[in-house]
């Protein structure tokens, strides 16, 4: 290609963009920072426009937050790469990028941002463990989440986050304040990420 443009999405579930960059680099270069220069439906732009690409070779890049002061105070995931025999005919690379999610998107239609429960399990008779699909935001003292047995709320003493490498809370450990009565069923709701079966 004489000239190939490579465009990237990025979507924030927290809709907090502030300092967000990317940091790209090609085969034997040092690399360089792109700002987000737009905004669409799914988050923020980048582009850059590269010359003289074959396409046997691969787009180093990674998201990064930079501060004054601080070029690289936060990294979202680690290095990736783009290989550039994914660009169509006309010189074109578009992908898209979720905060946390490790994926490179070649499709907008393929990105799963509906906010839901995975799974509710009971470690034990008061212990649940939660993990869901993006991140949750706190809402509350107990992030939002609340138990029923039918309509008979559930009341929980604690429920903490379960961090994994520093990203945002996905997973979670929820204690009740009774022990649970094995022989009823229970619900998990929240707010923004609907119910789930214990």
């Known amino acids: 290609f004489p000239k190939l443009e490579v465009t990237f999405h990025y979507y924030r579930y927290d809709g907090d963009y502030t300092g967000w960059n990317l940091w790209l680099w090609e085969e034997g270069e040092k690399g360089r920072a792109l700002e987000f220069s737009a905004c669409d439906d799914f988050g923020q732009v980048a582009r850059i426009t ?24 936060a990294k979202d995931g680690t290095d990736r790469y783009l290989p550039l ?22 499709r907008e239609d393929d990105v799963d941002r509906e906010p ?11 212990t649940i463990r939660v993990n869901c699909h993006i991140p949750v935001q706190q809402l509350d003292g107990k992030w939002g989440f609340r138990v029923f047995s039918k309509d008979e709320e559930v ?21 009740t304040k009774d022990p649970l009565d094995l022989t009823k069923h229970y619900t998990l709701r929240h707010a ?7």
Request: glycine share 10%.
């Open 50 to 73: 590269l010359e003289e690409q074959t396409d046997g070779v691969e787009l180093g890049f990674l998201l990064r937050k930079s501060v004054l002061g601080n070029s690289w105070f």
């Open 85 to 106: 025999y994914r660009a169509s005919d006309e010189g074109k690379l578009e992908v898209w990028l979720m905060q946390d999610d490790p994926h490179i998107y070649y």
């Open 116 to 126: 839901r429960i995975i799974s509710a399990l009971l470690d034990d008779v008061q």
């Open 155 to 175: 009341p929980l003493s604690e429920a903490h986050p379960q961090y994994s490498g520093g990203g945002s809370p996905k997973a979670f450990v929820l204690q």
């Open 192 to 198: 923004t990420h609907g119910s789930a079966p214990v």
